[in-house]
């Protein structure tokens, strides 16, 4: 047992014969896609939440070893952390934009380090939660060493689709879940983070942004879609209109 708990809310959207959950904690979410006993995983937390990924699995009567694959969003250590340890426990491929798979494999790093933190750190709320992340394993560098891009059918349980959402990293990506209903947006698009004031749909800090300019692209596309719900990567769910919420992103941050 590292640091103190992490708590975790589960909520789900329901689509035919399968479900989506997101798993909502202090600091980060993940995503569960159930169809029958078979599970699908999209990212898993930092490398001390993945007992906290397995529990996720259990509450919604699953077990860990029905995972057929994980899908990540992209390689920082708050949603690629838990994937290490989980994906060689129970023997998983975990797939990604193919610009992504370098990164995953840590042939290189597009994270922020302590340059990044350093000018932000006096503040109260960086620091709480510096507190609560270091503990979790936020200066890890282990990657995915056969981390692996999208196979040609992408055929998992619960039926995900790629959205490319290039710019927090190069290779960012976004899923359309539950038949279209509800848009896994990552870190392209947050309903809150610990280091933010804001309450509701945002784009992300730019001190963890790789490409910001392609970052607000990626924002701008979603107000296409047809999405009405959000399980982003940070924060709560959001109900009602994605393209919204993405609009609303571009005016406040
Ligand atoms: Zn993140």
Redesign the pocket.
């Known amino acids: 047992m590292i640091g103190k708990k992490v708590n975790f809310r589960i909520s789900r959207v329901d689509a035919g014969s399968s479900s989506a959950f997101l798993v909502h904690s202090d600091v980060?979410n993940w995503i569960l896609l159930q169809a029958g006993s078979d599970i699908t995983l999209i990212d898993a937390g930092y490398p001390g939440q993945a007992s906290d990924v397995v529990e996720s699995i259990r509450q919604i009567g699953g077990r860990p070893e029905d995972i057929r694959g994980a899908l990540l969003t992209?390689a920082?250590v708050?949603?690629l952390g838990g994937l290490v340890s989980l994906s060689e426990q129970y023997g998983f491929d975990v797939f990604m934009d193919p610009v992504e798979v370098s990164h995953a494999r840590r042939d290189h790093l597009q994270q922020a380090g302590p340059a990044d933190i350093v000018p932000i750190a006096y503040r109260p709320r960086v620091l709480r939660w510096l507190a609560t992340v270091t503990p979790l394993g936020v200066l890890s560098r282990t990657g995915i060493p056969d981390a692996k891009p999208f196979p040609d059918p992408l055929d998992l349980p619960g039926r995900p689709l790629p959205v490319a959402a290039h710019g927090h990293t190069d290779g960012h990506s976004a899923y359309l879940v539950a038949d279209g209903q509800v848009l896994v947006s990552?870190?392209a698009l947050v309903s809150g983070h610990p280091i933010s004031k804001i309450d509701g749909p945002q784009c992300?800090s730019n001190a963890?942004q790789h490409d910001v300019e392609t970052a607000r692209r990626t924002v701008r596309s979603f107000t296409t879609l047809d999405a009405t719900t959000l399980f982003p990567?940070?924060g709560p769910r959001v109900d009602g209109s994605v393209a919204a919420a993405a609009r609303r992103a571009l005016e406040v941050s």
Do not use: L, N
């Open positions: 980060v992209h920082h708050d949603h990552g870190d992300i963890f990567g940070h």
